[in-house]
């Protein structure tokens, strides 16, 4: 009997839930298993190894990405505005996974390096027919960037608010 897929999301979520707040090497099999409640038994027979771990949060990113690619070229205010309009921090699953493999990356995981710069390859290239020219598309990509950047400094001492979610369409 296959254990359900929950207990697989669970501990991916308290392995990226460490990652992000305690950095990769604090994110090991033992304190995964504590974070996500099961044992050490339980995590094992999900993800082997704390590669596996790493893998599956990259392979996570992935399917979070082609499911962001897939809204945004469905958006209704077109996909370089919802792009923009989504480049802000929400907390969700997305930005969770972008983080987490951003704490592997930092760490020298190789595979989280290649995964961060083919997520922004395939923003690019979604947001590519849709934009004037490469400078165009770099400008884009950069504000985006930018809106991501200035989540971290609310609350610290560079002034002005920052917009989130629906208050970039105001």
Known sequence: MSRPPHARESVLDAFAGILIDAGERAATMDATARAAGVSKGGLLYHFASKEALEAGVIERLDALVTED?????????????????????????????????????????????????????????????????????????????????????EGGSILGPVPRGAEMDE
């Open 69 to 153: 690619i897939a809204t945004m070229a469905q958006a209704e205010e077109g996909p370089i505005a919802y792009f923009l309009r989504s480049s802000v921090m929400e907390n969700d699953p997305l930005d969770r996974a972008i983080l987490a493999t951003a704490r592997l990356a930092q760490g020298g995981n190789a595979s989280a390096s290649a995964a961060l710069r083919d997520v922004r390859e395939r923003w690019g290239d979604a947001l590519r027919p849709h934009t004037r020219d490469a400078a165009s598309l770099d400008l884009v990509m950069l504000v985006g960037d930018g809106l991501y950047f200035n989540n971290a400094l």
